[in-house]
């Protein structure tokens, strides 16, 4: 079992920057990769970065590519995700998930990640 916990959201206004965090905790050994996700009422969970955590490998959606920078921490078991140059759009709650599965690379499917924060909400004002 991996457990993880988000902190880091809040409210924004438009063009500002935040640093969302996730720890993770448990048999943290069997980690294979990290991802944010988020998810606004109504909507699909989507995905928004991943890093692979050994060697680092970063992936991002389109939408945050430029803006967003995710990294990790191994020693401390930790991802960050830095959110600059924000907008309204970027309002949603931001999930930390993990997977313990490798071989095929999925980091864009919710589903190849078995183990889920319980989400962090992040609001931008315009």
């Known amino acids: 079992q991996v457990q993880l916990v988000e902190s880091g959201g809040g409210l924004v206004q438009a063009g500002g920057s935040l640093r969302l965090s996730c720890a993770a905790s448990g048999r943290t050994f069997r980690v294979y990769a990290m991802g944010w996700f988020r998810q606004v009422p109504g909507k699909e969970r989507e995905f928004v970065a991943g890093?692979?955590?050994?060697?680092?490998?970063?992936y991002y959606a389109d939408s945050v590519k430029g803006r967003f920078i995710i990294s990790r921490d191994n020693a401390k078991n930790t991802v960050q995700l830095q959110m600059n140059s924000l907008k309204p759009e970027d309002t949603a709650v931001y999930y930390c998930?993990?997977?313990?599965?490798?071989?095929?690379?999925?980091?864009?499917?919710?589903?190849?990640?078995?183990?889920w924060g319980q989400g962090t909400q992040v609001t931008v004002s315009s």
């Open positions: 890093i692979l955590w050994s060697g680092g490998s970063t």
């Open positions: 998930a993990s997977t313990t599965r490798s071989g095929i690379l999925r980091v864009r499917e919710q589903t190849w990640y078995d183990y």
